[in-house]
């Protein structure tokens, strides 16, 4: 009997037609988790809908910010009981003196809750009312870049999913004309913050965080070359979508589509990012409220001005870092200058949001990768410390007006209620309407997740 099969058909074009076969079905298995993933979220009702991340890089020292500790005032200069500092491991103060330094920077009661808020930071002090201070942040990590990442991902290991990118997987997005997740920066040079921290690891590269500018022209190539028309432009971009489609269809790699989608967004952002990072169309009391002009200026308050109209179009998570709070030495100096940077922004912007009816469906999130030691380091510097750190959570769903955790009486770790990144991780998936272990990533045969085998939902920070 002769062969059915077409003489042609060489082996060489069996494999690459049997490739194609496997590449298009492992394509539909990858879209498909990619829709369940957005169609199986929320797991419960949700108290915010999205996320304005305030990310002080560098570590804020909590003395001087959240934490008030007059025992060590009172113990100033004299040394740490090496009771508590033994066996803890610090980035710089290894195998020295270890004394206390006690801040002379004031404190005040603030609000009707009465939360302990420092006077560098006026304007916050006003929306004490507002926040839930944690004072018992806990990492894993001691130095910057890991930091960074274990904040962020989770992991310590470069390569995992940002929680930008893990809610944009899980929770898709309301925008139709700008990404799903932003990051902007601000602040003066210093440590460098790894773009690992807003990378979306082995999700579909549609879900990574995408950079803009803090300036009237938020991202580059916005315009058109001159003499080219919207028209013809899009009849370019057409066509290039054709050939992207019919590639796709013949080697299955779902980047493909990544591809497809992000010059459709593109295009569409040439309109909407120019709107966007227009300022003059905002009323003279909310540009002062910022203290900000009419176009943006690139500082902090103008990122928050800009973090606001993109919640208001949709953008599902925002993430405005502000670097410069490593201090080593000159700490008070230090967070005096940064403090004035972003507490009036940061005050502004809950309080606009209050008013436009938003902040109760907004989860606004202030702190850095880890705190500050007790101890000094050259006099009048702080290390590195993974033990206490601040945070707060305002808006979305979180208890206003309260504070959790206490550390102990020289602020050395957490005395009660300890609030691991893990934990912090999970309870933010839970304000979304997210369980934390449900939100998972199938890859290399492991379901990954942003909590790892770890994270507790802290009841307490809910309102």
Sequence with gaps: MKSSLPLDVTRRHFFAKSATGIGAAALGSLLGRDALAAGSFPNHAPKAKRVIYLYM?????QFETFDDKPKLRELNGKPMPSSMTEGVKLAFLQYQ?????????????????????????????????????????????????????????????????????????GLGSEAEDLPSFVVMRSGPLGQPIPTTAWHNGFLPGKHQGVEFYGSSQPLNYLKSPAGVAERSQKETIDSIQSLNQLYHQQVGDPEILTRINQYELAFQMQTSVPQLAEFSSE?????????????????????CLMARRMAERGVRFIQLYHTGWDHHGGVVKGVTSRAKEVDQGAAALIQDLKQRGMLQDTLVIWGGEF?????????????????SGPLWMAGGGVNAGTSYGETDELGFTAARDPFHVHDFHATVLHLLGINHKKLTYRFKGFDFRLTNVHGHVIDSVLA
């Excluded at 944690?134 to 870049?145: A, F, G, K, M």
């Design 57 to 61: 890089a560098g570590g804020p020292s």
């Design 97 to 169: 003196a270890l004394k206390c330094f006690g801040t002379d920077v004031g404190f005040k009661r603030c609000g009707r809750s009465g939360q302990l808020i420092s006077d560098l930071l006026p304007s916050l002090q006003k929306v004490a009312d507002e926040l839930c201070v944690v004072r018992t942040l806990q990492t894993d990590q001691v130095n910057h870049d890991p930091a960074h990442t274990f904040m962020n991902t989770g992991f310590s290991i470069a390569g995992r999913p940002s929680m930008g990118s893990w809610l944009s997987y």
């Design 283 to 303: 009323t003279a009391t909310t540009r002062d409220l910022y203290g900000v002009g009419e176009q943006p200026d690139g500082s902090f308050g103008s990122n």
């Design 371 to 387: 705190g500050r030691t007790p101890m000094s380091q050259g006099g009048n510097g702080r290390d590195h410390h993974t033990k």
